[in-house]
């Protein structure tokens, strides 16, 4: 191998430990947070067909989506076809930038879901309508937290079918 490669490679290697060390410790933090102060984290309420649920978030993953952390619970919330779900967003989550992805499905079996997107202030709560002959069947909210190489995404999920 020539000097000139092995030169790249190592400064390559580098840049991968201190992104992975980035993402170590802003997970570490945020699951510290959780453990010492469960309500410190934003929430997101969801109401379908009569009944409420307070939400908090599923994941954090990095910014790309390349890698992914469970910190919380999937949450489910029946959601029955042909109804709306209602959700309100706590004020960190709605003064920000936020993004909505809601999945459908058809009786074939098919999945479908375009993400919404959300400036800050925008609003403190959404309805996701029914499709006509399409079943909801999940939401995730995406919450852009951390400045820098510590910047990554806080992820709530509903499932709803």
Same mark, same amino acid.
């Given at each position: 191998m020539r000097a000139r490669t092995k030169k790249i490679v190592a400064a390559v290697s580098v840049l991968m430990v201190v992104a992975l060390v980035a993402y170590v410790s802003v997970l570490v933090v945020i699951i510290k947070n959780i453990n010492d102060e469960?309500?410190?984290?934003?929430?997101?309420?969801?109401?379908?067909?009569?009944?409420?649920?307070?939400?908090?978030?599923?994941?954090?993953?990095?910014?790309d989506l390349s890698q992914c952390a469970q910190i919380g619970d999937v949450y489910e919330l029946d959601v029955p076809?042909?109804?709306?779900?209602? #959700?309100? #967003?706590?004020?960190?989550?709605?003064?920000?930038?936020?993004?909505?992805?809601?999945?459908?499905?058809?009786?074939?079996g098919n999945q479908t879901g375009e993400p919404r997107f959300f400036g800050a202030g925008e609003s403190l709560a959404v309805t996701v309508e029914a499709e006509p002959e399409k079943q909801l069947v999940g939401v995730e909210i995406h919450l852009a937290v951390g400045e820098g190489s510590e910047q990554g995404l806080l992820i709530w999920s509903i499932k709803t079918a």
């Open positions: 469960p309500d410190g984290l934003p929430q997101i309420t969801a109401y379908a067909h009569g009944r409420t649920i307070e939400t908090q978030p599923a994941g954090f993953c990095t910014i076809e042909g109804y709306p779900l209602q #959700l309100s #967003l706590s004020k960190e989550v709605s003064d920000a930038e936020w993004a909505m992805l809601a999945v459908y499905e058809d009786a074939d």
